[in-house]
């Protein structure tokens, strides 16, 4: 290896390290999502509005009458699927989900997708580590969510079976923190 690449290796494994031992990613003050920067002052609502990827999760929530729980003190560890996840749900689930007749189930189907609690990327998966390679955590619904590592790469198994991956991690936020995913996590039936 030439010496810069060598160099640059130990630099970017340095700095890996550091990243670790604090818990944080400091290139991550405020991450880019959906378009948006999330601001680390802001509250897990006042950042969504701002990202065009969450648009029928804040409408999902406001339909709910979560908000202002979610602008609350908290903390809270908030997996948040984006727009592409809740149109690969069968035709019509988002639709009737919103209908005020299924508010109970909507907010069943929201809070399935809350922790109580702030839980960083680091903490998340030396869990799944210590616990041997599945963890597994109650969340605000009541039903369970099941994390493994597949590479560097943290999936989240539901009570349905389904499995979502965490694509933008560590978006911290004044009252808990929000993970990304790819897939909307549903409770067992």
């Given at each position: 290896?030439?010496?810069?690449?060598?160099?640059?290796?130990?630099?970017?494994?340095?700095?890996?390290?550091?990243?670790?031992?604090?818990?944080?990613?400091?290139?991550?003050?405020?991450?880019?999502?959906?378009?948006?920067?999330?601001?680390?002052?802001?509250?897990?609502?006042?950042?969504?509005?701002?990202?065009?990827?969450?648009?029928?999760?804040?409408?999902?929530?406001?339909?709910?009458?979560?908000?202002?729980?979610?602008?609350?003190?908290?903390?809270?560890?908030?997996?948040?699927?984006?727009?592409?996840?809740?149109?690969?749900?069968?035709?019509?689930?988002?639709?009737?989900?919103?209908?005020?007749?299924?508010?109970?189930?909507?907010?069943?189907?929201?809070?399935?997708?809350?922790?109580?609690?702030?839980?960083?990327a680091a903490d998340l998966v030396k869990a799944i580590q210590d616990a041997g390679g599945t963890y597994t955590a109650a969340t605000v619904q009541g039903g369970e969510l099941s994390f493994m590592l597949d590479g560097d790469?943290?999936?989240?198994?539901?009570?349905?079976?389904?499995?979502?991956?965490?694509?933008?991690?560590?978006?911290?936020?004044?009252?808990?923190?929000?993970?990304?995913?790819?897939?909307?996590?549903?409770?067992?039936?």
């Open positions: 290896m030439k010496l810069s690449t060598t160099l640059r290796v130990l630099g970017v494994s340095a700095m890996l390290s550091m990243t670790a031992l604090s818990g944080a990613v400091f290139a991550q003050d405020s991450p880019m999502v959906g378009g948006a920067a999330m601001m680390a002052d802001k509250d897990i609502i006042d950042n969504a509005v701002n990202s065009a990827d969450h648009t029928t999760l804040v409408a999902a929530v406001q339909a709910a009458g979560l908000v202002e729980t979610l602008k609350g003190a908290g903390p809270f560890t908030v997996f948040a699927p984006v727009n592409a996840a809740f149109e690969a749900l069968p035709a019509g689930t988002v639709d009737t989900l919103l209908m005020p007749e299924n508010k109970d189930q909507l907010v069943g189907v929201l809070t399935y997708h809350v922790i109580a609690g702030k839980i960083a790469m943290v999936k989240i198994t539901d009570g349905a079976g389904g499995v979502a991956t965490v694509t933008i991690a560590d978006v911290m936020q004044s009252n808990g923190v929000i993970h990304v995913i790819d897939k909307v996590l549903l409770p067992a039936s």
